[in-house]
């Protein structure tokens, strides 16, 4: 009874593993078949993670607002194809640490500020972006009971940045300059956003330039409000963008397609209708993303609704260019970056927005 046990066992094996190659190159006939049907693109979306799970970087501030959206439809998605989420959303504290993983490839892609991946490529650090996140996003805030009206009233002032890679430094520059000021008649210092309200608050600082949602963390609580708004003066304002790593692209095309057309997805559902945005706090505030205080996210959304706006990712070589002589006129960059070293469009050319349904 051994021997014939182990015999049927064998046999039950064999016959297993074949009908597995069945299935399996069935399963790959069919998904061809499905890329002429009417739900090819859900379908993609989700086979894209069948060999590998993406972990994508992030900072919890509302310039990435895509990111943790795209990654609750990519589950979403998947669930219902019974599969596993293509890719998932890791938060970090700052650019620093995110620049570092990022680099040593402890991830393969990360929201990551545009002047620093134009920095990072010219180095030969293997990164491409791929996609942009958002568009204006940028305060500068000054306390509520200052007599700070306009940018030169700042002359001698200390002003805090993110970093002098964020695009947030480039425009402070851009506001000094409309008022015939440079950056060397302010005090400029670096600080992580987190802490940029405290620091106003107990006369650190005396005003600071940042994304969202550390301006409205402020001017919610009623001891700030902006001096000035990228929604006022620099509409088409970008700072973060999707950035992955080129072996990841080499290795796994589907995988990125899929991640660049849920964060296309994600933009356009965030400036559909205010529901969604609604929505879009209640997912983001939350420990699993950005852990902040819903009401301060729906600040942001909603004082005035387009403070952020995400529907329009196009990638304009032009704006890139612009922002690359902006980084050199800054000394951010000691020269110019070609286009093609840090920017890989071939995914934006062919994306398809992913549906959001949440």
């Known amino acids: 009874m051994g021997s014939g046990t182990t015999s049927d066992s064998l046999s039950a094996a064999r016959r297993r593993k074949k009908l597995n190659r069945r299935l399996v190159l069935g399963g790959a006939v069919g998904a061809g078949l499905l890329a002429v049907g009417s739900g090819v693109q859900r379908r993609l979306h989700s086979s894209a993670t069948a060999s590998q799970r993406l972990t994508v970087g992030g900072l919890a501030v509302t310039c990435n607002l895509t990111l943790p959206i795209a990654s609750a439809a990519s589950a979403v998605n998947a669930s219902e194809d019974g599969g596993s989420p293509a890719f998932g959303y890791t938060k970090y504290t700052g650019w620093p640490e995110i620049k570092e993983s990022l680099m040593s490839g402890g991830i393969q892609a990360a929201y990551m500020l545009a002047p620093l991946v134009m920095d990072l490529a010219d180095k030969n650090v293997p990164v491409k972006i791929v996609s942009i996140g958002h568009r204006s996003g940028a305060v500068i805030m000054v306390r509520a009971d200052s007599a700070y009206r306009n940018f030169r009233d700042l002359t001698g002032r200390r002003?805090?940045?993110?970093?002098?890679?964020?695009?947030d430094f480039l425009f402070l520059r851009k506001m000094l300059a409309n008022e015939g000021m440079t950056v060397d008649q302010v005090e400029v210092v670096e600080m992580a956003p987190a802490d940029m309200p405290a620091a106003l608050y107990v006369n650190g600082v005396d005003a600071y330039c940042t994304g969202e949602p550390f301006g409205a963390a402020a001017q919610s609580a009623g001891y700030a409000r902006p001096l000035s708004m990228t929604r006022d003066e620099w509409p088409r304002y970008m700072c973060c963008v999707l950035t992955v790593r080129e072996e990841l692209i080499a290795t796994n095309r589907p995988l990125v397609q899929s991640l660049v057309d849920h964060v296309l997805g994600a933009g356009l559902w965030l400036d559909q209708q205010p529901q969604n945005r609604e929505r879009a706090v209640e997912i983001a505030a939350t420990p699993e993303y950005f852990n902040q205080d819903p009401n301060i996210l729906r600040f942001v959304m909603t004082n005035p609704s387009d403070r952020v706006t995400y529907g329009d990712l196009r990638m304009v070589p032009q704006e890139f260019e612009e922002m690359m002589q902006q980084s050199v006129e800054a000394g951010t960059l000691s020269h110019r970056v070609p286009y093609e070293k840090y920017v890989d469009s071939s995914f934006?050319?062919?994306?398809?927005?992913?549906?959001?349904?949440l």
Not at 159 to 167: D, E, G, L, Q
Not at 348 to 357: C, E, H, L, M, Q
């Open 159 to 167: 002003v805090a940045i993110p970093s002098r890679f964020a695009v």
């Open 348 to 357: 934006a050319r062919v994306a398809r927005p992913a549906p959001i349904r």
